[in-house]
């Protein structure tokens, strides 16, 4: 059986990658469209053959819990409305597929884990790397330590994309989510977290925003570094003025890298001993593609998806430690357990 999964939020992501990944799928199909752009509605459903009675706004979301069609409402909207729409969308009864950063802080992403709990229904975020074949490995290599036990990682990750945004600029708004530690900033962290498989303990993180100009009351720039358990370090960097894809972990007896690490069109790497990563799904959207089919799976299989919402919530738990830290000036912050 296919889900019909309905997309919310018809900007840039959406149109470029998940409409187009929907189409590659094996265990999903576009059944609905929730939007606040009535303009942008007769496109998609030239495209993608949606019927008049799947389409909603934001207003009357609700609506979607009489429409048994669909299954999953994915969230690919500005990050200050994941909350509230997977609070509307599990309380209509649809399991829910949000994008990154899961939310604007670790309350929030508790109350969504919550309203899906209780509502019964499933709640993956869209980790896309998490179904990436070579960063698999790095998961795998954490615990079958080829190289020796990890000793430091180092995760960059930016790009210019401040200036994107369907109808606005958006990322440049704090109250909308906005800055590089929300949007690229959570690769790193994620990265972090999947390369090594452990948690880590406290975070210093120092705000190096230089055009404040552009810049106002989001970050531009962060540099961060994470404490893990055994005196494991993960130094980072994310930025909105820089292009960076690197991942790299030192190990006691060699290497091994990822760059890019979190590239649409896949990632390769190579290792100290001439190891190549070269496993590819093949080009853009198959990602997107197998990240909805293997979340799919795990709602077809009642078991668990492979980035369920207790993964964001370990990231944004992260996040408020960092911005916490930056606001201090790079004082150490203990990550809440
Ligand atoms: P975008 O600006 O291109 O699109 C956002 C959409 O939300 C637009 O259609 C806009 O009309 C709509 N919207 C609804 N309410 C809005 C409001 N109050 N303000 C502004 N826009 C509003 O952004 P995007 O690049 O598509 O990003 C959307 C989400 O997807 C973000 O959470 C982003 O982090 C995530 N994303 C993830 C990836 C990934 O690789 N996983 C890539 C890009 C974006």
Redesign the pocket.
Known sequence: RRLGVALV??????TD?LGPALRLTRHCRLAGLV???PHKIAKWQETYGVPDAAIYG?DDIHRIADNPDIDVVYI????H??KPLTLAAANAGKHVWC???MAMDAGEGEAMIRACRDNRVQLAI?Y?MQHEPNSRRFMEMARTQPFGGIVQLRADAGWFGWR?????A?RLDPA?GGGAMY?MGVYCVNASRYSTGLEPVAVRAWDETTRRDIFQGVDETMRFTLEFPGDITAACVTSFGRDLNTLHVDCERGWYELSPFQS?DGNVGRASDGTRFTAQLGASPRMQAEQMDQDALAILEARPPRAPGEEGLRDMRVLDAAFASARSGGERVRIAG
């Open positions: 939020g018809l900007g840039g992501y959406s990658l939007t606040g752009s934001y690919a909207t500005p990050n409305l994941h994008e990154k950063p869209g896309r994107q945004g369907a109808d606005d958006w909308r949007d649409y």
